[in-house]
């Protein structure tokens, strides 16, 4: 772990759990994705980010601070949630720390939650999800459970790092890629998401109330959408639409 | 021979200065901070977008929560259009879980700046599932031909 980044744990952390990323990013999928995992699973907070590479920023929940960066859980799931923006500048380390605090807990696997964005995404009523994987082995065990494979393409943000880190350090991840608005929060992509991480791992929650509540969210998830924005142009994001050059 | 009247130096100058300060004006919106709402007007900023194509300019807007019967859409000069949308009810502040200020809202308003000529007379409005699409036919207001 980075000596600038502390894992602060708060309750006993389960061992061989499922480690999952929801960070701010296109459609803000991921968090929408992962506040309704929370609700919906009753997780608890377990851990919390202590940085100083983190903006001077706390969050107030019932009128006591929280750390911006947070790990919830219970006996199997470990939910790793940003409720702002994470800065290019810092990204590196963020994500390594929380890697390598997943893997201090023998976690499993490490499954990032994500959108991939499209144009005129109001004219597709099913958002597909497609997924990429740290190794051979963990994206033919995709497969064989009929999720599309991204098998092109470039990928930007917290979960690009994620799946390096991950498969350098042999650690099976998987990045979920929902079709979804690359700067209004969508939280049908988000129900997608979700729908496909059942399939993987058994962690089942129903969306329907995802999907009622659907104009609510977009109509909260304004602000946190617009700063994510500003960070997501400064990782040049527009780079996910590029076509790539592949070189064997 | 020629019409086209002379330009003075005095009308240069003052559109230099008019360019300035809309540049400069462009400049500290983008660098200001400020709050998306505004708790006088009752009013809050939506998310939204600018794509130009060769053929056209679309805006998107991300309007949930609005009645797609009180959209407003006006063009304000050559390059800027106001967009204007009442929300089904009025949303409290408190509604939103922030408790230390007081206000509630019930329209959607933004000014965007087109970037490129189009034909404001020509504007094409749909509303799909909360995204407002404007659509605007470029000018081309001349050409210049490849040899």
């Known amino acids: 772990m980075s000596a600038e980044v502390k894992i602060i744990e708060k309750k006993d952390i389960p061992h061989d759990a499922v480690m999952l990323f929801g960070f701010p990013d296109v459609g803000l999928v991921g968090v929408i994705a992962a506040s309704h995992l929370i609700s919906e699973l009753n997780l608890t907070e377990v851990a919390y980010m202590d940085s100083s590479l983190l903006p001077p920023l706390i969050v107030l929940h019932e009128g006591l601070p929280h750390s911006p960066i947070r790990v919830f859980g219970n006996h199997n799931i470990l939910l790793a949630v940003s409720e702002t923006a994470i800065s290019a500048d810092v990204i590196y380390p963020i994500m390594h720390s929380l890697i390598d605090w997943g893997r201090s807990k023998k976690a499993q696997m490490m499954i990032s939650l994500s959108g991939i964005p499209i144009q005129d995404r109001q004219d597709i009523e099913e958002p597909k999800v497609f997924a990429a994987a740290s190794s051979k082995e963990v994206l033919k065990m995709i497969q064989d459970k009929g999720i599309d494979i991204l098998k092109e393409g470039y990928m930007v943000g917290p979960q690009a790092i994620t799946m390096q880190y991950c498969a350098s350090k042999s650690v099976p991840a998987i990045t979920l890629l929902a079709q979804c608005f690359f700067n209004y929060p969508d939280p049908k992509a988000a129900a997608e998401v979700l729908n496909k991480l059942a399939i993987i791992t058994g962690i089942k929650v129903d969306v329907s109330n995802l999907l009622e509540k659907g104009e609510e969210i977009r109509l909260r998830a304004r602000d946190v959408m617009r700063r994510t924005q500003q960070e997501m142009s400064k990782m040049k994001k527009t780079q996910e639409y590029d076509i790539p050059l592949y070189v064997s | ?147």
């Open chain 2, 1 to 147: 021979m020629s019409t086209r009247r002379r330009r003075s130096i005095f009308d240069v100058i003052d559109e230099y200065f008019e360019n300035l300060e809309e540049w400069a004006e462009r400049f500290r919106e983008a660098l200001i901070e400020k709050p998306s709402w505004n708790r006088r007007a009752c009013t809050i900023e939506p998310l939204r977008n600018v794509m130009i194509t060769p053929t056209e300019v679309i805006v998107t807007v991300d309007l949930p929560y609005t009645e797609e019967n009180t959209i407003q859409v006006k063009p304000i000069n050559n390059d800027t259009i106001e967009i204007l949308a009442k929300l089904k009810q009025k949303v409290k502040l408190y509604d939103l879980g922030i408790t230390h200020y007081k206000g509630e809202f019930q329209t959607f308003h933004c000014q965007t700046r087109i970037p490129v000529s189009v034909h404001m007379d020509r504007m094409e409005i749909r509303f799909k599932k909360g995204i407002l699409e404007i659509h605007l036919p470029r000018k081309h207001e001349y050409e210049i031909s490849v040899e």
